[in-house]
């Protein structure tokens, strides 16, 4: 590698010349010369050549006391001395101070040039070591400052978003901004999420310019453009001041998105406004690290926050609610417990979250209904006796990733007015029965008392036909007041078939004193249901009663019974006078009777079928009629199945 400088120092001119002219320049080396020992020092001192071409004898200075010179120095410039009588003791000496090659003059150009390039190899193999290890340097250095820089940032992250208080968790990350970017100022904007405004929320070095506003509007074209893209952006250079547009001048910007999964909801933005630094490429990429950070903390605050608030709103509604609530895990651990339930069951232990319901509640009811719960993960409902002599209604509803709400509402009045309603319905039926029977006694009585005239026999059976009258009316009106309260109700497994049979059986006088025929057909093995046996039985015979009642004589009646995908089927149907379809919307009316010549003479309360239609519905069944006048009538009512696995 030519282009070298090699210093020649000689007090010969010829001898400066022939080595500088034949050997240096030709061969592409840079000279430099000096006449005398001491030019020669001072030019190795200023002039730092690659090598030095030397004599040893020479005026001021040795080449010797050049070397020690330079040794003393600290300089390491390779040294090739020329001379022209070798003593032994003399390269002893120059070979102590490190003297690369010792020529004895006369020799070949060969000679020297090959002596040059050896001596100077190893310079450059020590300049490219050099040169190596200083970049090594460099890199590790760098490579520190980056393992640094991640340190920090990974510390500020951590800290960020372990914060769930919002307004901190903003102040903590401007802080953070400035630290790592080394700016003057810093603020971070959010988007409205109504309006999709740009407002500041935090900031840092801008207290004289926006004093203690922490939701300030902004206009600010830049801040809309990185919301708008989603990019960082950088701007920086005294020269670019002009071009910031910024809502305020500025000399250096840098803007990063803080972007969650699907948007950007904001801008984390430092600037200088009086320093000239500008940012650089690391400061941006640190910038942009923790607005990503930032982004998922402010997200994770806001979901805290709201969820917070909605918890509070929740437990504030639960808490000031007059029914008595509790909350519990899955594993029936007490999660919440309003004021009414701590009432309720006199709970007073002031901390009973996390603890087991059964340690809390001491009300063997309501733990039964957990148990029931847990069991078979339906909606449970029961009577909880408290100890107070007060009864609540208790729904226990299982919720799927929660674990379990029971709802539980006073009932104690209730239970007293239902006690009241039926004490009053068996006092009426009593009160109202009793005169009417009286009254019938003395009328029927009233022969004995003396002959009758033709006309008192006709008014007093009159009488007896009104107060018969009246007898099934209140038996009727009594009937459907018993069953619309529920009283009397008890459900019990029923057998369909021997109701329908034992009812017919009843009726068959009837039909027969009209020469109808009363068929019954009935699947085997017809289906048990839940029910009432004897209100089933007012129904078959209204029903029944009805077909005798509205068909002439002579007709025919059939009760079927069959078995109907998890229900049971009954049907009446009679060849009779059949309904009109505009009276068959309301047949199920109290009180309603179809008006018809057919029918004047047929005496009724028009409360039997209302009484067959509440106490199917009230065995959550249905019943409907399907009727031609001059035709016939066929009501039909199905009720659930009995479902043995469900009780
Ligand atoms: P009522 O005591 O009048 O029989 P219901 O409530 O049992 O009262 O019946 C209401 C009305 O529906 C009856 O008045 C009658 O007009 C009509 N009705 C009921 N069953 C039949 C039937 N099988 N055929 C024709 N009409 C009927």
């Given at each position: ?66 070397m ?11 040294v090739?001395l ?6 032994e003791?003399l390269a002893v000496q120059f070979f102590r101070l490190g003297v690369k090659d010792y ?545």
């Amino acid at each position: 590698m030519a282009g070298e400088r090699v210093l020649v120092v000689d007090d010969r001119r010829d001898n400066i010349e022939f080595v500088v002219d034949y050997i240096l320049k030709p061969n592409g080396y840079e000279a430099l010369t000096a006449k005398d020992g001491e030019e020669g020092l001072r030019k190795a001192l200023t002039e730092d050549p690659d090598l030095i071409i030397m004599d040893n004898n020479m005026p001021k200075m040795t080449g010797l006391q050049v070397m020690e010179a330079l040794k003393e120095k600290g300089l390491t410039i390779p040294v090739i001395l020329m001379t022209f009588h070798g003593s032994e003791s003399l390269a002893v000496q120059f070979f102590r101070l490190g003297v690369k090659d010792y020529m004895i003059k006369p020799f070949t150009v060969e000679e020297i040039l090959e002596s040059i390039d050896r001596a100077l190899t190893e310079v450059r193999l020590r300049k490219e070591r050099d040169q190596a290890l200083a970049s090594l340097v460099q890199a590790n250095r760098q490579l520190g400052r980056r393992v640094k820089e991640l340190k920090i940032l990974y510390g500020i992250g951590k800290s960020v978003t372990s914060l769930l208080d919002l307004e901190k968790l903003l102040a903590r990350v401007v802080e953070a901004a400035v630290y790592i970017t080394g700016a003057e100022e810093c603020f971070l904007m959010l988007v409205d999420e109504d309006t999709g405004e740009l407002y500041i929320r935090a900031a840092q070095g801008l207290k004289e310019r926006y004093p203690q506003s922490l939701k300030l509007r902004v206009e600010d074209s830049i801040a809309d453009g990185v919301v708008r893209t989603g990019e960082a952006v950088m701007i920086g250079g005294p020269a670019s001041e002009k071009d910031i547009r910024t809502a305020y001048l500025v000399k250096a910007l840098l803007s990063a998105p803080l972007k969650t999964k699907d948007k950007v909801i904001g801008v984390l933005s430092v600037d200088n406004k009086t320093s000239d630094k500008t940012f650089t490429d690391n400061d941006l990429y640190l910038l942009s690290a923790l607005a990503d950070y930032a982004a998922t903390a402010i997200e994770n605050a806001q979901l805290f926050t709201a969820v917070k608030s909605e918890r509070s709103k929740l437990e504030t509604i639960i808490g000031s609610t007059e029914d008595a609530v509790i909350i519990t895990d899955s594993e029936t651990r007490v999660l919440l417990l309003n004021k009414a339930a701590r009432r309720a069951f006199g709970i007073e232990s002031a901390e009973v979250t996390n603890k087991p319901i059964a340690q809390v509640v001491k009300n063997e009811s309501l733990i039964n209904l957990f148990i029931r719960s847990i069991d078979d993960s339906q909606i449970q409902r029961g009577e909880i006796p408290l100890e107070d002599g007060h009864t609540l209604n208790a729904n226990l509803t299982p919720i799927p990733g929660v674990g379990y709400a029971a709802v539980m509402q006073d009932i104690t009045y209730l239970k007293e007015l239902d006690r009241m309603k039926s004490e009053f319905v068996s006092n009426v039926s009593h009160d109202l029965r009793s005169p009417l029977t009286t009254i019938k006694g003395f009328v029927q009585l009233l022969p004995k008392a003396g002959p009758l005239t033709p006309l008192q026999q006709e008014f007093s059976a009159k009488v007896l036909k009104g107060v018969d009258n009246i007898t099934e009316l209140i038996g009727d009106l009594l009937d459907l007041g018993k069953i619309e309260a529920g009283v009397g109700l008890e459900m019990d497994v029923c057998q369909v078939e021997a109701i329908i049979n034992k009812t017919v059986e009843e009726l068959r006088s009837q039909a027969e004193a009209k020469r109808q025929r009363l068929d019954v057909e009935l699947t085997p093995q017809l289906s048990p249901v839940l029910g009432n046996d004897l209100r089933l039985g007012q129904v078959v015979a209204n029903l029944v009663g009805n077909a005798i009642k509205y068909t002439p004589e002579g007709g025919l009646i059939s009760v079927r019974a069959s078995n109907d995908d998890g229900q049971i089927v009954v049907s009446v149907q009679d060849t009779g006078f059949g309904i009109p379809p505009t009276d068959q919307p309301y047949i199920f009316d109290k009180f309603y009777r179809v008006e018809s010549e057919e029918t004047d003479d047929i005496s009724g309360t028009g409360l039997g079928l209302a009484i067959v239609k509440s106490v199917i519905e009230r065995h959550n069944g249905r019943v409907w009629v399907e009727s031609e006048p001059g035709v016939g009538s066929t009501f039909t009512f199905i009720l659930p199945k009995y479902n043995w696995q469900k009780v």
